[in-house]
């Protein structure tokens, strides 16, 4: 008996150094900042936050050449900021409602390849990405409160690129309204919100067209509504590109 707790009592002590070792590590104190930028509008490429939305892609190099990669959101206005990276050589790329900057043959070799190598140190290190978003979605006005408490916003959208690999069919719009600044495909009220499906090339007809849209329902009076309009193709994982983000107050 006594063995056997002399022998728990030394694999406890082993494991206890062993973990005082492994965690005595510097704790992340790298930044990375940056943003995507639209190549054609010189505006940052608006997006949604989490899931559906750009994120950026870092692969650490300094130790493999076939790393696990790791992945973080942009914020809505398509900026990007992350606090809490180790010091390293990193690959860097983004993901989104945009043409790849990483395309592949049929061979699955790399044809284009528009990733950037950074130094992380501790401290801010910035690097912007120029891209081509399937589609440019912008307001033509801004949105109006009508008198019915709905809202009606009016718009266009073109396409982003010149690329006819990259010109899919335009699928849908959507007009989002929250009472919250955070509104897209996974942030909105759907009781005041409105999306506009198109039928195979239907949607390309409206290409460059003002396109007017006005929420569902009636808003209720004395507070402000967060509005927004995405539009996508048919391209891949279907993302939205957007609008900024526009601010109404009703009385």
């Known amino acids: 008996m006594k063995k056997l707790l002399y022998y728990a009592a030394f694999i ?21 900042t940056g943003s995507v930028v639209d190549a054609g509008g010189k505006n940052t490429v608006q997006t949604e936050t989490g899931g559906g939305g750009t994120r950026i892609k870092l692969e650490e190099i300094s130790w493999s050449d076939n790393p696990t990669p ?12 992350n606090t809490k990276l180790f010091a390293g050589t990193d690959r860097v790329s983004v993901e989104g409602a945009f043409v790849p900057l990483v395309q592949y043959d049929a061979n699955g070799t790399i044809v284009v390849d528009k990733r950037q190598t950074v130094q992380l140190a501790n401290g801010d290190t910035h690097i912007d990405f120029s891209v081509e978003p399937f589609l440019r979605v912008e307001w033509v006005s801004n949105p109006v409160l009508n008198a019915d408490s709905t809202i009606t916003v009016q718009l266009k959208f073109t396409r982003g690129t010149s690329n006819p690999a990259f010109q899919n069919d ?18 909105y009220d759907n ?10 090339a239907a949607g390309n007809a409206l290409l460059g067209q ?3 849209l006005t929420t569902p329902g009636k808003l209720p009076p004395k507070r402000s509504y967060w509005l927004r309009v995405g539009a996508r193709t048919t391209y891949g994982l279907k993302q939205y590109n957007y609008t900024d983000i526009k601010t109404i107050a009703a009385p």
């Open 70 to 81: 790791l992945y973080f959101n942009a914020m809505q206005d398509g900026s990007f900021n």
């Open 210 to 212: 003002t396109i007017t």
């Open 12 to 32: 406890l002590a082993t494991v206890s150094m062993s973990c005082s070792k492994l965690d005595n590590y510097p704790a992340p104190g790298a930044t990375l």
């Open 191 to 200: 009781r005041y919100s409105r999306q506009v499906n198109y039928s195979g």
């Open 170 to 187: 335009v699928s849908d719009v959507f007009l989002y309204l929250n009472t919250v600044p955070y509104v897209g495909n996974n942030n």
